[in-house]
Nanobody, 122 residues
Framework: QVQLVESGGGLVQAGGSLRLDCAAS????????MGWFRQAPGNNREFVAA???????FYADSLKGRFTISRDNAKNTVYLQMNSLKPEDTAMYYC????????????????WGQGTQVTVSS
């Protein structure tokens, strides 16, 4: 069982940066592949980034270069650094954990956090 708690969301102006944290419980955190998804009102949940237990990273093509995913296994935490934010990045951001390799599919993830809201003003 893995419990996930996101933090770090908020209101930021376009062009600004935010770092989202996802704190995980459980001793087996280091064996999980971790992902970030986002969902804006009226939209489907969208893949943002993923990081495997071995350190491989994957990004949505449209976000590559602006967002960076990382993890600190000693702290049981995964991060999402978001730079050059745009109003269209406004969404609820969720972290999730999976033991599978279908990292871009939200239905491949077993555990989800409650989400943290990111709002980017123009």
């Amino acid at each position: 069982q893995v419990q996930l708690v996101e933090s770090g969301g908020g209101l930021v102006q376009a062009g600004g940066s935010l770092r989202l944290d996802c704190a995980a419980s459980g001793r087996t955190f280091s064996y999980y592949n971790m992902g970030w998804f986002r969902q804006a009102p009226g939209n489907n949940r969208e893949f943002v980034a993923a990081l495997t237990w071995s350190g491989s990273t994957f990004y949505a093509d449209s976000l590559k270069g602006r967002f960076t995913i990382s993890r600190d296994n000693a702290k049981n935490t995964v991060y999402l650094q978001m730079n050059s934010l745009k109003p269209e990045d406004t969404a609820m951001y969720y972290c999730a954990a999976t033991r599978t390799v279908n990292l871009r599919r939200h239905d491949a993830y077993d555990y989800w956090g409650q989400g943290t809201q990111v709002t980017v003003s123009s």
